[in-house]
């Protein structure tokens, strides 16, 4: 028996509302998309739904006290809660680099890295 998912594309400020039918996991139809960009975003959120992720950590040594950071690559949208816990056990020390790694295979995702998103001197 088909079902009807309803997603709305964000790939552009459009915002076209996206109807993917299927039958279990098997896509059957996607409607509603103006470009390309919606389907493969919608078929993206049925199968593998997955968010961005950037926040800030404690720094020791720096002026301010939080060091902004983000994850290299979108990670699993059922594991963002997860993700956020292990950041904020993070605690790095001044200095540091904008670019700098700071966690790796990070959720055991390989190639998958916490990175610093701001250089801070010693203080
Ligand atoms: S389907 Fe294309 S036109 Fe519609 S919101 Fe997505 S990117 Fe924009």
């Known amino acids: 028996m088909s079902q009807v998912e309803k997603f709305v594309c964000i790939g552009c400020p459009i915002g076209c509302p996206l109807q993917l039918t299927h039958e279990g996991q098997e896509i059957v139809e996607i409607e509603g998309a103006s470009c390309n960009r919606g389907a493969k975003y919608a078929r993206q959120e049925f199968t593998d739904p997955r968010r961005g992720m950037s926040t800030t950590v404690w720094i ?41 790694v700071l966690l790796r295979d990070f959720l055991g995702e390989p190639g998958v890295e916490v990175i610093a998103c701001r250089t801070m001197a010693r203080e």
């Open 60 to 100: 020791d040594g720096a002026r301010w006290k939080r060091l902004p950071v983000k994850v290299s690559a979108p990670i699993p949208k059922d594991r963002v809660l997860e993700a956020a816990g292990e950041i904020h056990k993070l605690r790095v020390e001044a200095p540091v680099k904008r670019g700098d």
